[in-house]
Every structure is written in structure tokens, then in C-alpha cells.
Nanobody, 122 residues
């Protein structure tokens, strides 16, 4: 079992930045690929970014490429999402997830956090 706890969400103006963190506990963090997903009101949960177990390869949704950066610190059991140039359409609940491989599909991840709200005002 893995427990994931996100933090770092909040309210920011368009063009601003936020850094999300997700701390894992319960099993060896480095066994898992990690990802961030988001869900806006009335919409399905969608892939944002993923990173391999060692952190050597990353993968982004086209909508965030060039603005968001996923990274991880296996010594601290933490995955991060640095979000720059935020836009109102980035408003959503952001979830971190852990799974056996880097993937854009929700079903590939076995463990999920409770989410953190990100609101971008225009």
C-alpha cells in the first residue's frame, strides 16, 4: 500500500507560478513511476505529466508542455510539479498517482492522492 499526500495548491493570477508536492509513504517510492493528473469541474480527469522510477524520462500532455515540469526526489519520497505561466484553463484539482510504469492512462496507476486545488484567476 502507498499513501500519497499532495500540497502546494492555491489561488494564483494568470501568468503566475505554483509548485505542487506529493509525498509518498508506505512502500519503496523508487519502485513506482509517478504522475500528475487533473480534473476540472464537469470534466473527466486528464493526464498532465509523468516521470519514470529513476526520474530520467518525463512525459507531458501537449497542453502543459513547456510550462510545467515534473521532477522527483527519491531520497525524500517526493514528486513535484512546477507550474509556470498558469492560465485560467489550468484551474482544476491536481492529483498525484503511483504505478508500475510511466503512462498517460489513468488505469495504469494503482495509488492516488486526495488532490489539491489549483485556481487561476484571469
Amino acid at each position: 500500500q502507498v499513501q500519497l499526500v499532495e500540497s502546494g495548491g492555491g489561488l494564483v493570477q494568470a501568468g503566475g507560478s505554483l509548485r505542487l508536492s506529493c509525498v509518498a509513504s508506505g512502500r519503496t517510492f523508487s519502485w513506482f513511476a509517478m504522475a500528475w493528473f487533473r480534473q476540472a469541474p464537469g470534466k473527466e480527469r486528464e493526464f498532465v505529466a509523468a516521470i519514470t522510477r529513476r526520474g530520467d524520462t518525463t512525459y507531458y500532455a501537449d497542453s502543459v508542455k513547456g510550462r510545467f515540469t515534473i521532477s522527483r526526489d527519491n531520497a525524500e519520497n517526493t514528486v513535484y510539479l512546477q507550474m509556470n505561466s498558469l492560465q485560467p484553463e489550468d484551474t482544476a484539482i491536481y492529483y498525484c498517482a503511483a504505478g508500475p510504469r510511466r503512462d498517460y492512462r489513468l488505469g495504469s496507476y494503482d495509488y492516488w492522492g486526495q488532490g489539491t486545488q489549483v485556481t487561476v484567476s484571469s
